[in-house]
């Protein structure tokens, strides 16, 4: 995988590099999902990494977008369970949710 430099490309334009993150783009339809997608592409294809200056906020943000994840996730299984889309909203976060936790959990080896 090839490393690029994200920091001056639009949040639309570094979600379209990845197809289905696009698509989930699309379907979620959801600002913090754009931006953890964002996040999460910067940090798989920026040169060497987040700056060691930025690894600090990163793990909060990441850490904030899992727990606001984890809270939709749990209202899309409860109160707005029903249709098919909900369904899918609700694995959508629990996945993000997941994935960014155990992605700030790694990134604090780098403060360390």
Known sequence: MKRIDLEDESQADIISLVYEFNEIHEFME??????A??????????KGGPPP?????????????????ALLATYYQ?????????THKKNVYYTLRDAFTKLADNLKYLVK
Do not use: H, P
């Open 53 to 69: 200056g930025t690894v600090q906020r990163l793990i909060v943000e990441m850490q904030a977008l899992a727990a606001k994840f």
């Open 78 to 86: 409860t109160i707005g369970k029903g249709g098919t889309e909900e």
């Open 37 to 46: 997608l964002e996040l999460l592409v910067k940090t798989l294809f920026s």
């Open 30 to 35: 959801d600002e913090s999902v754009d931006r």
